[in-house]
T-cell receptor, first 114, second 113 residues
Framework: EAGVAQSPRYKIIEKRQSVAFWCNPI?????LYWYQQILGQGPKLLIQ????????DSQLPKDRFSAERLKGVDSTLKIQPAKLEDSAVYLC????????????FGPGTRLLVL | SQKIEQNSEALNIQEGKTATLTCNYT??????LQWYRQDPGRGPVFLLL?????KEKRKERLKVTFDTTLKQSLFHITASQPADSATYLC????????????FGRGTSLIVHP
């Protein structure tokens, strides 16, 4: 079974530029999560989708971050414009759905904002 | 709001010994708790889930306990090996109608040969 795919793996941009990350979840997984993990900290949820609807985006900085999940499969996360403090690893995860659920994580995209 | 605490200091142990990691939480009564392993440059990998009505759960060399009175979970690795060296994260589901899972910052385990 293929795992969660993410691209790119690494990205370096200058502040005020824009960047987009892509995620392809495990086939059949209804729920998709985007996390931000700053060095030395645990993953922090940015947005959660159930199929192509948003379950929770209360921790997403909506003035600069946006995310979509078209057709309930792939998802993209965009930052525009980027700030220095956005430097982090962006993790995508998916799960079958339901309350007690195991999340399967992708390898992450490491973003450095200069 | 709910808070998770994991020891930020790395745990160094000798190969063959039992490693014990701690996860404490406050302001919360979770229905379950999960443990994940994270290697450098990789995403977390699920290890175990323990429910509030379970005191203990085992999987091969791993054992997790869940004390809802103390609001604490202990994660044990018996007969530890250098390959067990990684960061271990505990995670709680959302609370109070929230679907936001919360992860601890993780504890780094280093097993010396």
């Amino acid at each position: 079974e293929a795992g969660v795919a993410q691209s790119p793996r690494y990205k370096i941009i200058e502040k005020r530029q824009s960047v987009a990350f892509w995620c392809n979840p495990i086939s059949g997984h209804a729920t998709l999560y985007w996390y931000q993990q700053i060095l030395g900290q645990g993953p922090k949820l940015l947005i959660q989708f159930q199929n192509n609807g948003v379950v929770d985006d209360s921790q997403l900085p909506k003035d600069r971050f946006s995310a979509e999940r078209l057709k309930g499969v792939d998802s993209t996360l965009k930052i525009q414009p980027a700030k220095l403090e956005d430097s982090a690893v962006y993790l995508c995860a998916s799960s079958l759905g339901g309350y007690q659920e195991t999340q399967y994580f992708g390898p992450g995209t490491r973003l450095l904002v200069l | 709001s709910q808070k998770i605490e994991q020891n930020s200091e790395a745990l160094n142990i000798q190969e063959g010994k039992t490693a014990t990691l701690t996860c404490n939480y406050t302001n919360y009564s979770p229905a379950y708790l999960q443990w994940y392993r994270q290697d450098p440059g990789r995403g977390p990998v699920f290890l175990l889930l323990i429910r509030e009505n379970e005191k203990e759960k085992r999987k091969e060399r791993l054992k997790v306990t869940f004390d809802t009175t103390l609001k604490q979970s202990l994660f044990h690795i018996t007969a530890s090996q250098p390959a067990d060296s990684a960061t271990y994260l505990c995670a709680l589901p959302g609370s109070g109608g929230s679907y936001i899972p919360t992860f601890g910052r993780g504890t780094s385990l280093i097993v010396h040969p």
